[in-house]
């Protein structure tokens, strides 16, 4: 096994303890790391490479100081050791300066408590965009269990594994392998063809695409490059702009967030309601709305 050991680039405020009890709670993400005292250890393709990361606490969170190991089976080059530090850091929202959004937050008397509560917690985001896409796709007028199935079997089936210390770890493959995997077939594997059709369009799209345009381009076009994907609706698309990407500029009222808000500002609001309450947060609109359901 090939390893290679670092530091990784933090801005504070940042709590990594509850980066692990976020995942550990985190559907989309059972079963996929192992969590222990203070590390977290997944898998993860990058550049092709199926790679396994540690990620360490150190320092506090005034101060943090979070180390990262990367295995591998094969050499890891220079820039995949970059893109993989970078995967890392994007994953768990490592560079989000929190610092303006508190400060937005704590002149909100209602939401304020939110912040003390979980002060340092950055937003942790699907380990790939496409994987949050493809997940959008089976959760589509599907049960939880069974969209966590389907992408079990996906997993097994097209993705790789990296056994550490006695423990197998499982990727989610790349969006160029599913791509190259006919809809017929993808179908035999999760058992329904309209989401085999969905998620075969979706790998297409994000095998060709570069993420920097995702990450960073116009948002309106992002979101028109998403929704030009079959099967990737309003609500979808919406999901990868903040969970998978971290455009945190727009939020989307559904159910789950008009009920976090109604019970964090002590009384029923409407759509519009919670629209007006967001929009103090500008930019910060979506760690505002991730900080509701999680608080």
């Not at 933090?10 to 990594?16: C, G, R, W």
């Not at 190991?69 to 490592?94: K, M, N």
């Not at 002590?266 to 999680?294: H, T």
């Amino acid at each position: 096994m090939y390893t290679l050991t670092g530091q990784l680039v933090v801005t504070a405020p940042f709590d990594f303890q509850k980066s692990l009890d976020f995942v550990s709670e985190f559907a989309p993400m059972m079963g996929e790391q192992m969590i222990g005292v203070g590390t977290l250890t997944r898998a993860v393709y990058v550049n092709g490479q199926l790679i396994a990361f540690r990620v360490e606490a150190g320092g506090t969170v005034a101060f943090p100081t979070p180390t990262y190991t990367l295995f591998a089976e094969q050499p890891i080059t220079p820039e995949t050791r970059v893109a993989a530090i970078d995967r890392i850091g994007f994953f768990l929202s490592l560079t989000d300066d929190l610092r303006p959004f508190y400060a937005i937050g704590e002149s909100d008397p209602d939401f304020a408590p939110a912040i003390t509560q979980l002060y340092g917690h950055h937003q942790v985001k699907f380990i790939t965009p496409f994987e949050n896409a493809a997940w959008a796709i089976l959760t589509q007028r599907n049960p939880m269990s069974m969209a966590a199935s389907m992408k079990a079997a996906i997993i097994e089936k097209c993705g790789g594994t990296l056994t550490l210390d006695g423990v197998v770890y499982a990727a989610f493959p790349m969006a160029a392998r599913l791509a190259e995997i006919a809809p017929d077939e993808l179908a035999e594997i999760i058992h329904h063809q309209r989401k085999a059709e969905y998620l075969h369009a979706a790998a297409q799209a994000f095998a060709t695409v570069d993420e920097a345009f995702l990450r960073t381009g116009d948002r309106e076009a992002v979101e028109a490059w998403l929704r030009a994907i079959k099967g990737i609706g309003a609500w979808s698309a919406s999901f990868v702009l903040i969970r998978g990407l971290g455009r945190t500029e727009q939020i989307s009222t559904e159910k789950r967030l008009l009920e976090a808000a109604s019970a964090r500002y002590q009384r029923k609001l409407s759509e519009a309601d919670v629209g007006r309450l967001a929009e103090p947060y500008g930019a910060w609109k979506g760690y505002w709305a991730y900080y509701l359901r999680n608080s």
